[in-house]
Each structure stands twice: as C-alpha cells, then as structure tokens.
C-alpha cells in the first residue's frame, strides 16, 4: 500500500486517518516527548496536530495554520533520503515548511529542539486576512494592475 494509506477491505477504500490513528497509538518516545512540549499551543500559541495526512503522507506534527510540519525522524531515515527528499518536495509544494529533527536530538536536547521551532515560527511570514479579501495574495500592488514578479 502506497504510503500514508491504509487499506479497509470491509470499505473498500483508503482511510488515512485510521493509519494515523495507528500511528498516534505506537508512537515513538522521541514523539511522545515532543508531543507533550508542543500539544495545548505551548510554543509560540501555536496549535499542531499529530500524524496528520497532507496528500498521500502522514507528517508528525503539523501546524494548519502556519504550514509547518515537524518531523521527527529515527535510524531508518538515515538510508531513505531519496524518500524524504520527495516527501519534503511533496510537501513544500503543498506550502508547507518542513522542519526534521533526530529522535537522539528530541531525547537528548528537547530544549533546543523547541527553542528552534519557536524561532522557525517566530520568523515565518504572518497571514494577512487583509490580503485575501483584495482578491490577491500578492498584495495591494497586484490589486492595482502593477505586474509584479517573483
């Protein structure tokens, strides 16, 4: 089965949300920990949720709001770059930041780990509700006729 999917054969079709629920269950004690210092908005009043679906992946913690995924990846990592290469691509082209974080460095330095993840947060871009309702992401100059280019 392609990643993130689980097969429901009394449904017929795939249910992420029950392999994610699987995967909230067996946890590892590196996101287990992380869990507890990142749940209940307290870094930076950030909501995350756990193992939640962003196309065909499931992400560890992943913050809606802000399009932040947090990763926290063990040994097997380590050999499947190529896939969290397209993953990370997968999901950037989604909007996503993806910050990766090693089991050891959540264990063994968690304080450094959420002074990192408040500092990614700190510095991402704000949403502008003000922008949205112009019509434009682009701002007030797009909404004036000005070309502008990236």
């Known amino acids: 089965m392609a990643s993130g999917g689980f097969r429901d054969d009394d449904k017929g079709y ?4 029950a392999r994610s629920r699987r995967l909230r269950r067996d946890a ?3 996101e287990r920990r992380l869990w ?5 908005r307290q870094v930076a009043g950030v909501r995350f949720n756990r193992q939640f679906p962003v196309g065909q992946y499931i992400c560890d913690f992943v913050s809606r709001e802000l399009r932040l995924v947090i990763e926290v990846d063990g040994g097997q990592h380590a050999i499947a770059g190529d896939y969290d290469a397209r993953r990370t691509a997968f999901l950037e082209t989604q909007g996503y930041i993806v910050i990766r974080f090693w089991n050891a460095e959540v264990m063994d330095n968690l304080e450094s780990v959420l002074a990192r993840i408040a500092e990614t947060i700190a510095n991402m871009p704000s949403p502008d509700p003000s922008r949205r309702r112009e019509g434009s992401l682009w701002g007030p100059a797009r909404s004036r006729g000005h070309d502008v280019r990236c």
């Not at 795939?14 to 949300?17: E, F, L, N």
């Not at 507890?36 to 209940?40: M, N, P, S, T, V």
Request: without cysteine; glycine residues 0%.
């Open 36 to 40: 507890q210092a990142i749940r209940a």
């Open 28 to 30: 590892t004690e590196a």
């Open 14 to 17: 795939t249910r992420p949300t």
